[in-house]
């Protein structure tokens, strides 16, 4: 008899949880058991293991083997359990040492050649193993470089099991032909394993640079359009645009993401772990840095945005932005269930999703960017007659958006069509992205020194009884505002926004609290009426 352990992870969401598998060796009619509550992929593992032993160069035991996967209680998906459940057997038939095996987390799914492939969610299945306490971690050669993202983790990347097997029983280690055009070399410096001569080591990875490629220089024009995109990205806030088609809705919501502050260390790790989970990692960038830009079609699904899908739910696009930007071009053309579907995630800053085969979890902090036409030809105007739509059509068009969608925008600015004098004209490009990023940084410091000590990082998180009773603004300065209320203009949530709004434009320019001014172009943003102040923030400064 014989038995044998190591581990694996089982993601549920992005959130791991340690999974011990366990080989035992009886005597009996030969047979392959798997329990503990596998899905239908992990079931199929059992030939995907057997085949891949054999083409090793291994010989399979000849006996009873039932594999178990503890705790049973937690749903296992995936084929990522391949390299657990060979060792484990190996082990049990004693080709390799079991005490070697059982502090190691394996992950990894199995051809039927032997050769190890990648799978989705590396990232979080590490992390879940380093909270866990553990220390050693084989994976594919392929995702080496993103689980050694994890501190204090050494790390193993191997190309086949005829390389894990030979460095777990320190013999030598075989070539094998990469699995793909420009693959590295094996990463078999990265872990020492209990009694083997195996060398010590660290693989690095550089943070990975992701450029957006776009400059707010390239906008022409649209001044207060390019202030809403500022003070959007300075505090956090929503936005929403209404303009013609051509006048430059697309151009501003693509460049918001290179004015925003790069990601930190437990963002940028955040990030990277749900697009791990969702298999859509940049290939040679394990880790994502900048902050993510996500545009979905209008004709995307419910499950599209806020995630779904068969089995175990995937991260939708709300997650897929986290920590960065979600645009919605042609908003009212979206399905009002999948807009609807949006005010949860914008409120709790995740979102829950259940399925029959568990409850997954996903972060969603983005930053939400709509944008529109006027009416379904795009050409309604007040200033002009180029419109043929009749005016039920232009209701029904903007009655697709619900008013509990929009009061949550903090931001709404109409984008006007390019004259061509603004178009033809010579030296007239507004600043930089270099420059507005600049002073979105130093915002950001502002409010960050500001909100030190409390749960919110950004204006936008800030709840309207704390800004009302701790971070108040000048004396008088809420006037306005609050005649808007008793009118109708604004509701409560409305007015709330419109302050922190207002903390925003005093953090960019350089106040210590919002005063008439700053809460003056605060109302011009939120309600569109003009009210009489410069709408370029650098005319503020």
Not at 268 to 293: C, F, M, N, Q, R
Not at 328 to 351: I, K, Y
């Amino acid at each position: 008899m014989g038995f044998a352990r190591t581990c694996s992870v089982a993601l549920v969401g992005v959130e791991g949880v340690v999974v011990e598998v366990q080989a035992d060796l009886e005597p009996g009619v030969a047979a392959f058991t798997l329990v503990g509550l596998p899905d239908k992929s992990l079931t199929e593992s059992r030939d995907r293991v057997r085949a891949a032993v054999v083409n090793s160069g291994a010989a399979w035991p000849q006996k009873k083997l039932t594999v178990g996967l503890s705790p049973a209680s937690v749903p296992k998906s995936g084929s990522g359990f391949d390299l657990a459940v060979a060792a484990a057997v190996l082990g049990a038939a004693e080709r390799i040492d079991p005490r070697v095996l059982a502090d190691i987390v394996m992950i990894g799914e199995l051809g039927l050649d032997g050769r190890v492939r990648p799978v989705r969610g590396v990232l979080p299945a590490v992390l879940a193993a380093a909270d866990a306490g553990y220390e050693q971690v084989v994976v594919p050669e392929s995702a080496a470089a993103e689980a050694s993202l994890v501190p204090e983790v050494s790390v193993l990347g191997v190309r086949s099991l005829r390389q894990l097997i030979a460095v777990l029983a320190d013999e030598p280690v075989p070539d094998e032909e990469a699995d793909g055009p420009g693959r590295p070399d094996p990463l078999l410096a990265g872990l020492r394993m209990p009694g083997t001569g195996a060398a010590t080591g660290m693989h690095s990875v550089g943070a990975a640079q992701h450029d957006h490629g776009h400059d707010l220089e390239d906008v022409v024009g649209q001044i207060s359009a390019r202030t809403a995109v500022e003070v959007a990205a300075a505090g956090g806030h929503h936005l929403f645009l209404e303009g013609p088609p051509g006048a430059g809705k697309t151009m501003l919501a693509e460049r918001l993401p290179a004015i925003l502050p790069r990601l930190g260390r437990q963002e940028s790790l955040e990030v990277t772990a749900v697009h791990s989970v969702a298999g859509l990692l940049p290939p040679g960038k394990p880790l994502i840095d900048a902050a993510p830009y996500c545009a979905p079609h209008h004709s995307a699904t419910m499950q599209a945005l806020v995630g779904g899908g068969p089995g175990i739910a995937r991260p939708g696009a709300v997650s897929m932005s986290h920590r960065g930007v979600l645009f919605l071009d042609e908003t009212p053309e979206f399905s009002s269930r999948a807009l609807d579907a949006l005010r949860q995630p914008l409120e709790a800053g995740h979102v829950v999703i259940a399925r029959s085969a568990g409850v997954v979890r996903f972060p969603s902090k983005f930053l939400m960017v709509l944008a529109a036409n006027p009416c379904p030809c795009g050409r309604f105007s007040q200033r002009d007659d180029l419109c043929e739509c009749p005016p039920s059509a232009i209701r029904r068009y903007q009655a697709r958006l619900s008013g509990p969608l929009l009061d949550r925008v903090d931001l709404r600015v109409e984008v006007d069509r390019v004259t061509r004098t603004e178009l033809t004209a010579c030296g007239a490009r507004g600043e930089s992205t270099a420059t507005v990023a600049g002073r979105v940084r130093a915002a950001r410091e502002r409010a960050a020194e500001r909100l030190a000590g409390t749960p919110w990082h950004t204006n936008s998180e800030v709840p309207g009884r704390e800004l009302r009773s701790r971070w108040y603004a000048a004396s008088g300065a809420m006037d306005e505002a609050e005649r808007s209320l008793e009118r109708g203009v604004l509701t409560a949530r409305g007015l709330d926004r419109v302050l922190r709004v207002a903390w925003t434009v005093a953090d960019l320019v350089g106040h210590d609290r919002p005063d008439a001014t700053d809460v003056a172009l605060a109302l011009q943003l939120r309600t569109g009426v003009p009210r009489g102040v410069p709408m370029a923030i650098g005319a503020l400064t």
